[in-house]
Nanobody
Framework: QLQLVESGGGLVQLGESLRLSCAAS????????IGWFRQAPGKEREGVLC????????NYDDSVKGRFTISRDNAKNTVYLQMDNLKPEDTAVYYC????????????????????WGQGTQVTVSS
């Protein structure tokens, strides 16, 4: 069965950190761009960060710049989202997703290129 499984979410205080993991089973993440997205209650899903198959990660969202970092470990078939200095506005369900196509040179946090999604993990930041 091909699936992505996010983990690492939870309830934290303002200023604390979390590291989310996105593990793939049934297929390899090697060669694919990966993205992290989030959806807060009552809001549309938004892109957070992405990482290309070669490890390049452009910053797309100013709200997380300098606080969130995306990385990948192809040997573990896992992508990570390190979240530091968390704020209440970071509260959301976080999803990872995989590009449909292989070896795309740049990634984007637009939904369009992604065709496989995890079930999400809840992150709640209290003040």
């Amino acid at each position: 069965q091909l699936q992505l499984v996010e983990s690492g979410g939870g309830l934290v205080q303002l200023g604390e950190s979390l590291r989310l993991s996105c593990a793939a089973s049934g297929f390899t993440l090697d060669g694919y761009n990966i993205g992290w997205f989030r959806q807060a209650p009552g809001k549309e899903r938004e892109g957070v960060l992405c990482i290309s198959w070669s490890g390049y990660s452009p910053n797309y969202d100013d709200s997380v710049k300098g606080r969130f970092t995306i990385s990948r470990d192809n040997a573990k078939n896992t992508v990570y989202l390190q979240m530091d200095n968390l704020k209440p506005e970071d509260t959301a369900v976080y999803y990872c997703a995989v590009y449909a196509a292989l070896f795309r040179s740049r990634c984007t946090t637009s939904n369009t290129p992604y065709n496989r999604w995890g079930q999400g993990t809840q992150v709640t930041v209290s003040s």
